[in-house]
């Protein structure tokens, strides 16, 4: 693969920006593409610009703005509350996300000669969103491949980590503090350690203590 190039979907999230480290370590070209769908924080923009500008990675915004049209939610709507009622998918949750933004930087890593595709969806610690599940990506890959006739790959290096094991990844990447310190996971837009308060924030902050923990006991033994 290192002679190959790549298109991540990239939010300047944790996910993802582990996945544009761990791109650059296995393609020899990478490039980031970023949607914009008129989210609730736009600073997740200018912090992907400003990771792919530091990583020396071309990036593409992308405009998906009828996306906040079509799927109202918490990620787009200031005035829809961040919750999870039990037996329903959360709030965050948008109609057709990965299916929509996937199917973009097919469209776009073609133009650019790129059959790789990297997401940073995950199985393990998904929320119970669908379009994070492995057997959606699969299916979604053969799609693809029959729509543009074309041999795309889609990789998710996280589908099957938990937060602790995604944070383990990035440190053997050697990101773990670049991704700690300068990526935006927080869902009320605060940047690196977040609100400590939101879904998102205390996940991210769970996993990062359990594999500090377990990093600590194994320097111990």
């Known amino acids: 693969m290192k ?11 944790q996910d993802s920006t582990t996945c544009l480290f761990w ?27 400003s990771i792919a500008k530091e990583l020396d990675v071309p990036h593409t915004v992308l405009d998906m703005s009828l996306l ?5 939610n918490a990620l787009t709507r200031s005035d829809i509350a961040i919750e999870q009622k039990e037996g329903q998918l959360p709030s965050t949750f948008v109609d057709g996300r990965n299916l929509l933004f996937l199917s973009f930087a097919a469209v776009l890593a073609k133009q650019k000669g790129a059959r790789h595709l990297v997401t940073g969806v995950c199985e393990t610690d998904f929320s119970g969103y669908p379009d994070c599940r492995d057997v959606f990506i699969k299916s979604l890959n053969v799609t693809l491949n029959l ?27 050697h990101a773990l503090e670049f991704v700690r310190t300068k990526t935006l996971t927080c869902y009320n837009g605060i940047i690196a350690d977040g609100c400590g308060e939101c879904p998102a924030c205390v996940l991210r902050k769970r996993g990062l203590d359990q594999y500090m923990s377990e990093k600590k006991g194994a320097h111990v033994q």
């Open 23 to 49: 791109a650059k370590k296995h393609f020899a070209e990478v490039e980031a593409v970023t949607f914009d769908y008129n989210q609730r924080h736009r600073l997740e923009i200018d912090v992907a610009a």
């Open 68 to 72: 906040n049209q079509l799927a109202p």
């Open 147 to 173: 729509a543009m006739d074309y041999d795309f790959v889609i990789h998710t290096p996280l589908m099957w980590l938990n937060k602790a094991e995604t944070w383990k990844l990035a440190d053997e990447l």
């Open 3 to 13: 002679k190959e190039k790549a298109v991540v979907v990239f939010s300047g999230g």
